[in-house]
């Protein structure tokens, strides 16, 4: 009895029930198509993304970075480290140099005597003097720290020393 209601609606709505299938089937199909397309596009990045790669794993690819990036990294420190170094031994260089030539005596014809100043980076160093007269040379040095001498310095020897001080590093 059950059967024969059942059949007798299907033969009783079968266009109904043929056009709701064949508009499923319509769906479907369109659902088909759009994976295919997007399957497709996949596989386009995919073949875009795996390109050069001489069949080798993508994995062991992004292994093998990271561990030339953790290298680098390590070869950063000890170029940084060099540098540090380098720099604290270029500081105790001589950077800054101001000259003065200088007449000592009025009876002498030319500027034969002189001063120079010699400082490093952290304005330490010596100013060396050299004073001409007819008879005698004399040649002396003042050491300089911090930018001040604990000796009196002449007026050309400020000069010099000033000079030096405020010389620019480049």
Same mark, same amino acid.
């Given at each position: 009895?059950?059967?024969e209601?059942i059949? %007798?609606?299907?033969?009783?709505?079968?266009?109904f @029930?043929? @056009? *709701?299938? #064949? @508009?499923l !089937?319509? =769906? /479907?199909i369109?659902?088909? #198509? $759009?994976? /295919?397309?997007?399957t497709?596009?996949m596989?386009?990045?995919?073949?875009?993304?795996?390109? *050069? $790669?001489n069949?080798k794993n993508l %994995?062991?690819?992004i292994?093998?970075?990271?561990?030339?990036?953790?290298?680098? %990294?390590e #070869?950063?420190?000890? !170029?940084?480290?060099? &540098?540090?170094? $380098?720099?604290n031994?270029?500081?105790? &260089?001589?950077q800054?140099?101001?000259?003065?030539?200088?007449k000592a005596?009025?009876?002498i *014809?030319?500027?034969l005597?002189y001063?120079i100043a010699?400082?490093d +980076?952290?304005?330490? *160093?010596?100013?060396i $003097?050299?004073?001409?007269?007819?008879?005698?040379s004399i040649t002396y040095?003042k050491? @300089?720290?911090? +930018?001040?001498s604990?000796y009196? /310095?002449?007026q050309?020897?400020?000069n010099v020393l000033h000079q030096a =001080?405020n010389t620019?590093? %480049?």
């Open positions: 009895m059950l059967l209601q059949i %007798e609606f299907l033969n009783q709505y079968n266009v @029930i043929t @056009i *709701g299938l #064949i @508009i !089937v319509f =769906v /479907l369109i659902i088909v #198509i $759009t994976s /295919l397309i997007s497709s596009k596989k386009d990045k995919y073949r875009k993304m795996m390109k *050069g $790669t069949n %994995e062991e690819l292994i093998n970075s990271l561990d030339k990036i953790e290298n680098m %990294e #070869i950063t420190d000890e !170029v940084k480290d060099m &540098c540090n170094k $380098t720099s031994i270029v500081a105790s &260089c001589v800054k140099v101001a000259m003065q030539r200088y005596f009025e009876d *014809g030319s500027d005597s001063s010699l400082l +980076g952290r304005n330490n *160093g010596v100013i $003097t050299s004073i001409y007269s007819r008879n005698e040095a050491p @300089i720290d911090n +930018g001040i604990r009196d /310095l002449s050309e020897e400020n =001080v620019d590093k %480049e």
